[in-house]
């Protein structure tokens, strides 16, 4: 055997060793879609996955939250009866406020803020309380 025919055979292994592996990756799922696409229901199989909704739950509860979201969607379109004016949201707001203001004082009544920080922090100041300027 000559020194060419033996490379070309070495060579010619290795090609159809590579194209042997690859074939079942590459080419035969590229000839066969149609069997890669069908929903496999076997629970056994790899493939499976189940339906966290299963179909006849989901018509159900779309025939009855049809109308309620089509009801919702009229109610949003139409003019509201009672238009808020800004200052009025503004002095709501501002209730509301104190009001979280007074609970947060109740709550946080005996804490020593400075104890409760963590060390090397400096203690943490309202940001929105106004300046003694």
């Known amino acids: 055997m000559s020194k060419n025919t033996r490379i070309a055979l070495i060579f010619g292994g290795f090609v ?8 079942p990756i590459f080419v035969y799922p590229l000839t ?3 069997d ?3 929903k ?3 629970p056994a199989h790899p ?3 189940p339906s966290i909704f299963p179909q006849a739950v989901l018509k159900e509860l779309t025939k009855s939250t ?3 979201r089509f009801k919702r969607a009229q109610k949003r379109k139409a003019p509201s009866t009672t238009l808020v004016s800004r200052k009025e949201r503004k002095v709501k707001k501002q209730l509301e ?5 007074a609970v947060q004082k109740v709550n946080r009544a005996g804490i020593n803020q400075a104890d409760v920080q963590p060390a090397g922090m400096k203690v943490w100041s309202d940001p929105f309380k106004p300046s003694d300027k």
């Open 47 to 49: 493939d499976y996955t």
């Open 66 to 68: 049809t109308l309620d």
């Open 97 to 101: 406020f104190e009001e979280t203001r």
């Open 16 to 23: 159809t060793a590579v194209a042997a592996a690859f074939y």
């Open 32 to 34: 066969h879609k149609d």
């Open 40 to 42: 496999n229901n076997n």
């Open 36 to 38: 890669y696409r069908k």
